[in-house]
């Protein structure tokens, strides 16, 4: 698959995380001002990652949890089955914006969620970005709130 020419999407283990956390650096830590340390938590052992590269390396990220890990991390929010897959750390590089690969990335997150068995996504957008998610079938819902990071977000879910 490609969203712009030249640009894989795959799955990824941990030698693909280094590629993953660069693209996370730019996105959140560099240009959001997320703390590194809340940005590289330990759910990234837990987590499924998804790599986007491109001619010259990685372009863009995603994981999801599913599970218990995802019952522990977001069990607060509803996530208390094994059938929802959280999809989180969404991000393109500046360079690959508008390419199509954001989307690209959450319909590979969907494609594995189902292959594993699950049954839904849950994620926790940024506000600005709940159009995007709408356009891809994904339904807010509860109210705004900060996730810890001073970003406003809201509760969305889609079934697969």
Request: charged share 20%; glycine share 14%.
């Amino acid at each position: 698959m490609g969203a712009a020419q030249g640009i894989t999407v795959r799955v990824v283990g941990p030698d693909g995380l280094p590629g993953c956390h660069a693209v996370r650096r730019e996105v959140f830590v560099g240009e959001q001002r997320i703390p590194e340390a809340e940005e590289m938590d330990a759910y990234d052992v837990h987590a499924v990652h998804l790599l986007a590269t491109g001619p010259a390396g990685p372009v863009g990220t995603v994981r999801f949890l599913h599970g218990a890990p995802a019952r522990k991390k977001y069990g607060h929010a509803g996530v208390e089955d094994d059938v929802t897959a959280v999809l989180g750390r969404l991000a393109v590089s500046r360079a690959a914006r508008g390419t199509g690969l954001g989307a690209e990335l959450v319909l590979a997150v969907e494609a594995e969620a189902r292959r594993l068995g699950l049954a839904r996504v849950y994620l926790e957008a940024q506000t600005h970005a709940l159009g995007f998610y709408e356009r891809l079938g994904y339904a807010a819902h509860g109210p705004e709130f900060d996730e810890g990071s001073g970003i406003p977000h809201r509760a969305m879910t889609k079934a697969l």
